[in-house]
């Protein structure tokens, strides 16, 4: 669940700084800043946390993706393989660049099945873009096998999973590069914000130069007189967010064992339970646990679960429900395709009854958000929930 959970003095103290310096700009004023620039500061900290040559910090998680795809060369018509089961902002990163999301089927890990991938690939595919989905890694073995058989770059939606690993490597770190978000709701929050993540210098410029109008940066020149390198937009961060991620960052190790060791609390006080399953997990121990899920056996009985649940004390959602993560219930995305069908473009129609392998998971897919604060009271009653959930169930 969110940093802002364990925001303190630090960031306080850390905001407050900014503002009494007042240089809120991550570029500019090179000569009156006392050579303090705290986006760099964040920047190299995510760099060396998740082992990566080069982190650019941007306005949001979409920014990072649609940063990432333009700089990469995704054009109109391309298609790129993606999850059914994400945020919306996957696919309109896509979207914007004209590219063509389509969907995959997620498995028990509620991450894309790589064995779904294959038949969709055709000679417009220009990616594979699984999304690492309430903090726990996709299958990228399986993936990757995939995208070698076919020569296509492997991407990641990582933003719900900064600093999960997928057998002792960084999720955001499997492909050319990676994003992630930085939003209110992540465990890593500076209110609004993203980072891409890379190892590719060249790719790293273009990225660079693209989320601020081209300007290629240079700190012995004022910022009016730096060169142009392509056309781009704004998506910068502010010192005030890069000084708050300074702190975060530093926060992170110790958010990611409290949330562990509190879902592992929850976990043992509801033991076994003979039929209660949980989500799969390619790789368990590399999950941030910032969420806790059962698969039940069908959608009457997570309707079952989920009442008795919430009177014990303790609410959880149906996953199928989820109108933002789950493209069923994407009726803009529909529209979207119309019209670039009626332009001539190859896009699928995105009709739920296409999603039936996701939807028979989602269904029957309760979860819940396990806090960092959260107090072993709380822990306790939510076992107790989860436990009157499956007697019902
Ligand atoms: C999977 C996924 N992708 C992209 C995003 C977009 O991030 P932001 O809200 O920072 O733009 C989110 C945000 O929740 C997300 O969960």
Request: aromatic share 8%.
């Amino acid at each position: 669940m969110p940093g802002f959970e364990f925001f303190d003095q630090r960031e306080i103290d850390a905001v407050a700084d900014v503002i009494n310096r007042k240089m809120v700009h991550r570029y500019s004023f090179n000569d009156c800043r006392d050579g303090i620039y705290k986006v760099e500061e964040f920047e190299k900290a995510v760099a060396d946390m998740v082992g990566s040559r080069f982190a650019l910090a941007v306005s949001s998680g979409t920014a990072s993706l649609y940063v990432g795809l333009k700089a990469m060369g995704i054009k109109p018509g391309d298609q790129i393989i993606t999850s059914p089961f994400t945020f919306i902002a996957t696919v309109e990163a896509m979207a914007e660049c004209g590219a063509v999301p389509v969907f995959a089927d997620i498995d028990e890990s509620l991450n894309m099945d790589p064995a779904s991938v294959a038949s969709l690939i055709n000679e417009k595919t220009r990616a594979v873009m699984p999304v690492h989905m309430f903090g726990a890694a996709a299958d990228m073995d399986a993936i990757a096998k995939v995208c070698h058989d076919y020569g296509l770059p492997l991407l990641e939606d990582s933003c719900q999973a900064m600093g999960a690993t997928y057998k002792g490597k960084y999720v955001g770190t499997f492909g050319k590069w990676g994003p992630y978000s930085l939003d209110p709701y992540k465990l890593l929050t500076v209110g609004e914000g993203g980072m891409i993540v890379t190892d590719d210098e060249e790719l790293y410029r273009v990225m660079e130069y693209a989320h601020d109008h081209g300007h290629v940066h240079d700190k012995s020149i004022d910022r009016g007189a730096e060169r142009k390198s392509g056309l781009g937009m704004n998506f910068r961060m502010s010192e005030i967010q890069g000084a708050i991620g300074v702190v975060q960052v530093e926060k992170m190790p110790g958010a990611i064992k409290t949330l562990r060791e509190n879902k592992a609390k929850v976990l043992e006080a509801v033991g076994s339970v003979p039929g209660l399953v949980r989500r799969s997990f390619p790789d368990p121990d590399g999950e941030i646990a910032t969420q806790l899920v059962y698969i039940l056996p069908d959608g009457e009985s997570a309707k079952r679960f989920q009442a008795a649940s919430a009177e014990a004390g303790v609410g959880c959602g149906i996953l199928s429900g989820n109108s933002w993560h789950y493209a069923k219930h994407w009726d803009s995305l529909r529209e979207w395709g119309r019209c670039a069908r009626a332009h001539g473009m190859d896009v699928p129609f995105y009709r739920p009854v296409d999603m039936e392998v996701t939807e028979g998971i989602l269904c029957r897919a309760v979860v819940y958000g396990i806090g960092v604060t959260a107090s072993d009271e709380s822990l306790e009653t939510m076992a107790k929930a989860i436990k009157a959930g499956a007697v019902a169930a």
